[in-house]
């Protein structure tokens, strides 16, 4: 599994649209509408890079409004739910 976050910036009137394309597509997981830099934050979960390629180039470049991305690529994965569950004994 390849998990990817992808940074967006969106045209103001395209956000909601964008968003709820987003969300429609297989391939992403999440999507936040975030403070700061960026408007939208996508997680995207696929089985290769190649699907990563085609995600982001592809299926993202077609949404209208999406003026840039950042595409970052998860090597592992920490979460606390995941830490808690590691180190239970049972209780």
């Given at each position: 599994?390849?998990?990817?976050?992808?940074?967006?910036?969106i045209e103001r009137k395209h956000i909601k649209d964008v968003s709820q394309q987003?969300?429609?597509?297989?391939?992403?997981?999440e999507v936040y509408s975030v403070a700061g830099r960026y408007d939208?934050?996508?997680?995207?979960?696929v089985k290769s890079n190649e699907q990563i390629a085609d995600?982001?180039?592809?299926?993202?470049?077609?949404l209208e409004g999406i003026t840039a991305t950042e595409t970052?690529?998860?090597f592992n994965t920490y979460s606390r739910h995941d830490l808690e569950?590691?180190?239970s004994i049972g209780e």
């Open positions: 599994m390849v998990t990817a976050l992808v940074l967006l910036n987003l969300v429609n597509m297989q391939e992403v997981s939208l934050v996508a997680v995207v979960r995600t982001i180039a592809g299926k993202f470049g077609a970052l690529i998860a569950h590691m180190f």
